[in-house]
């Protein structure tokens, strides 16, 4: 064996022990966290017991918490501060008696979390089971009040891998109402139930599509080129508002047509779908001539580039105002094209949060 050979070999085999070294690490940190959310849940359980002894009471001693973070403390060294003791509690709180008294109003019974605590999770491998994301995750979802939005933002965090960085901005720009309102009841049900599905074109579509992170001035004067640079610069942000699936494929995209050359402001592909999907920018108002170019863009992505396996081509106007009695009237029934404002602030999650109820309160009465 020559000197390349053995430099060959040993670079092989150190890529495939480096390898093995950065998943047992993975492992480990995957552990370590799984075991440490799994002991705050244990510690609340406790905490709830001894403070309740079977009865819901309202008062707690904040001494008791105290005298047992300073004990703690003195055994385990630093970690064990009242208020990571109160955020136990509050935890347990949430997650397991909450979800209990959820059962009781749905099968009527009446009987003490004593006396129903084997419905709960209590064992080590069920806690471990049913908690997958890190405390600072948890500490987050602890402030949601609607278990359904909860359960949503807990899902998706686990399935699409959310940084805490993104789990903030995706309750802070209310993604769960924004997606609510853009479907009926039943698919409103499943989002708590499964998360995001994405099985059709309407799947991708907020209401509305929150752009805060461009930096982007909502009462400033700026041009469609201006916003594209922008959505550009924050790529990674804004794949991450469109949701699930979506690769980025190219901008100013040209085609050239009749001798004459058209050019897509942003052209996306996605993998769910298995479509294409292409946005045009309006910074104003929308016009039918706008509804008019973009059916004109999707019918030359459908004829002249799409693969016969591939989906039928969406077409997105992503406008700053828009008349829904307009887009109507333009566009047929059956169109894969949508018109969605976006907006350049985060919304007010009260106001979402009404328009929700109000909405789910019409269905009902019909």
């Known amino acids: 064996m020559d000197a390349n050979q053995q430099i060959e070999r040993t670079n092989t085999l150190f890529e495939r022990v480096s390898s093995l070294i950065e998943q047992s690490r993975q492992y480990v940190t995957k552990a370590v966290n799984t075991a440490m959310v799994a002991t705050y849940f244990g510690i609340g359980r406790y905490i709830i017991e001894d403070e309740q002894e079977g009865q819901y009471r309202a008062a707690y001693g904040q001494g008791v918490l105290k005298e047992l973070s ?71 979802l602890m402030r949601i009040d609607n278990p359904e939005e909860r359960r949503f933002y807990e899902i998706e965090a686990a399935k699409q891998t959310w940084s805490k960085r993104q789990l903030q901005r995706q309750v802070a720009s209310s993604l769960y109402e924004r997606l609510a309102l853009s479907r009926n009841k039943d698919e409103v049900m499943r989002l708590a139930q499964e998360g995001q599905s994405v099985e059709k074109p309407a799947d991708i579509i907020k209401n509305p599509l929150t752009l805060e992170f461009l930096g982007l001035k909502p009462d400033s004067s700026y041009s469609e080129s201006k916003l594209e640079s922008a959505i550009i610069d924050k790529m990674q942000d804004f794949l991450l508002e469109m949701g699930k699936g979506f690769l980025f494929e190219a901008r100013q995209k040209r085609f050239t047509f009749d001798e004459d050359n058209f050019f897509v402001d942003l052209v996306f592909y996605n993998r769910l779908l298995q479509c294409y999907v292409l946005i045009d920018l309006k910074v104003e108002k929308l016009t039918h001539q706008d509804l008019g170019q973009m059916q004109m863009y999707v019918n030359y992505f459908d004829r002249y580039v799409r693969q016969e396996w591939e989906k039928p081509t969406i077409g997105i106007l992503l406008c700053k105002s828009k008349s829904d009695a307009l887009v109507e009237l333009t566009l047929p029934q059956d169109t894969n094209i949508y018109a969605q404002q976006y907006a350049l602030c985060l919304p007010d999650k009260q106001l979402l949060q009404s328009k929700l109820q109000e909405w789910l309160d019409e269905l009902e009465e019909r």
Do not use: M
């Open 70 to 140: 300073q004990k703690l403390t003195e055994r385990f060294g630093k970690g064990w501060s009242v208020e990571t003791l109160t955020k136990c509690r509050k935890f347990y709180n949430v997650y397991a008696i909450s979800s209990n008294k959820q059962t009781k109003l749905s099968t009527g019974s009446n009987s003490s979390p004593a006396e129903t605590k084997s419905d709960l999770v209590t064992s080590g491998d069920e806690i471990q089971n049913k908690f997958v994301l890190p405390w600072t995750h948890y500490l987050i």
